[in-house]
């Protein structure tokens, strides 16, 4: 079978395209802009990937090798860039699917239990502990990862494997197309709300997630949030459940590391503290504390909840004579309109903010773009005296270097790491830690 991927090098999309790879499926697919990932993709042996999303582009694959599925990413859906593939495929009678049809489909074939991540923040890290943990285990194990990693591919398809862990995104409400066996939610805020207009509907997309989990892993007070009732599928995690037995850095970590023990305990049966034991050697991955260079992170982060647990994280590794030092990308006009009036306590602990332009996406034209001047007036009297507004170019560069070279930590709070947004040109600019 031939599917094209449109949107290749997106976060959801491209580990998809390498666990269908990895499958024996013939892989091809598009994207709008050239990438990390989609370099990653054709260094793996998927060769049929071209930039630019048109239905000439789109027709020349197609009689070269008849596609018989195009799976679309959610991005695609949102800004249209790849709505002439999409028409084109119609047309021509090519199965077209959102990314949850075909995984399900992968799901079915090779009998694999799914155990899923979910949340407003921490997905991305529970999973990443959650593949570290069976792989250390030695339990077989397919996957999905959205970030790099030392120690797994990005995407992973074992023969051997009955569990298949994944990051159920409630954007485009995508986790509401999955019953997993096995559930943990790893925290609860709200946020996309260009999907949920209220925090209601946010609230009854994982209740409706929940019900149809076999079961689910969930801590006391995002529970609570949800007004969950009390159920045998569900396990809460009491909040004052003692997460220092994980020796990691930052609590957030602590926490998703417990909740993960915990439920890979009840799938596995082994002893909590061997698990505890395992967590506290993760190592990691992309884009979360990521050294780019001496005393330079990179980090993403775009909701307070994902900032606050990022500084949380950096006070606990610098020493008490350096500063902290945060360098802030938003991500979407969309959720800054949401967000300007969360952002006044959210820095605390730092002690010198650069707030670079929000990254565009999925937006909504009718709204005025909020300016990094417009976003520090909200914040409070002693944010706004160490807030800068500032752009990617030279003179933030010269003030990084800066800070590096009097000794500071400086977390880049990043949008993500495809294109030309923060996280690329600090790589490209100050080198990657060797």
């Known amino acids: 079978m031939h599917i094209f991927f449109s949107g290749i090098g997106g976060s959801g999309i491209g580990p998809l395209a ?29 060769n049929g990937i071209h930039i630019g999303q048109s239905a000439e582009q789109i027709a020349a694959v197609h009689a070269a090798a008849p596609i018989d599925w195009l799976v679309y990413s959610s991005a695609v859906a949102f800004e249209g860039v790849g709505a002439p593939e999409i028409e084109f495929a119609r047309a021509n009678g090519v199965r077209v699917s959102k990314r949850d049809e075909l995984l399900n489909e992968m799901l079915g074939q090779h009998r694999l239990d799914m155990i899923a991540v979910a949340g407003t923040h921490g997905k991305t890290t529970t999973v990443a502990m959650t593949v570290w943990t069976l792989l250390s285990l030695g339990v077989p194990v397919s996957y999905l990862l959205s ?22 995104d409630e954007f485009d409400r995508n986790f509401l197309h999955f019953s997993p066996g096995v559930a943990l939610i790893s925290g609860i805020g709200y946020d996309h709300q260009e999907i949920f207009p209220t925090v209601d509907d946010y609230n009854a997309a994982f209740h409706q997630f929940i019900a ?85 992170y990179s980090n993403y982060a775009h909701t307070p909840e994902k900032i606050v ?24 006009n969309r959720r800054q309109h949401f967000l300007q009036d969360s952002y006044p306590h959210v820095f605390d602990g730092v002690d010198r903010l650069y707030w670079v332009p929000t990254r565009l996406a999925r937006e909504d034209p009718a709204q005025p773009v909020l300016t990094p001047s417009d976003m520090i007036a909200r914040l409070d009297d002693r944010a706004r005296a160490i807030a800068t507004p500032a752009v990617i170019g030279d003179a933030l560069k010269a003030a990084i ?15 993500g790491g495809a294109g030309d947004g923060l996280d690329h040109w600090l790589r490209q600019t100050f080198g990657a830690v060797g």
């Open 18 to 46: 390498e666990i269908a790879h990895q499958m024996g499926y013939q892989v091809s697919g598009s994207d709008k802009q050239a990438s990390r990932a989609i370099d990653h993709l054709r260094a793996i042996g998927i």
């Open 147 to 168: 970030a790099e990693t030392t120690f797994a591919k990005m995407a992973s398809f074992d023969p051997a494997s009955r569990y298949f862990v994944y990051e159920a």
């Open 212 to 296: 149809q989990t076999g079961r689910t892993f969930i801590w006391q007070d995002d529970a609570e949030r949800l007004d969950l009732g009390s159920s045998p599928a569900v396990t809460m995690l009491p909040e004052d459940t003692d997460a220092s037995v994980v020796r990691l850095a930052g609590r957030f970590n602590r926490r998703d590391a417990m909740l993960v023990a915990t439920a890979v305990q009840a799938t596995t049966g082994d002893p909590l503290p061997r698990l505890t034991d395992v967590l506290s050697q993760f190592p990691g991955l992309g884009e979360r504390m990521e050294p780019i260079a001496p005393g330079l």
């Open 309 to 332: 647990a990022a500084i949380d994280a950096a006070l606990e590794l610098k020493r008490p004579d350096q500063r902290l030092v945060v360098v802030y990308e938003p991500l979407t």
């Open 401 to 415: 270097a800066r800070h590096l070279q009097d000794g500071d930590i400086v977390v880049a709070m990043v949008a």
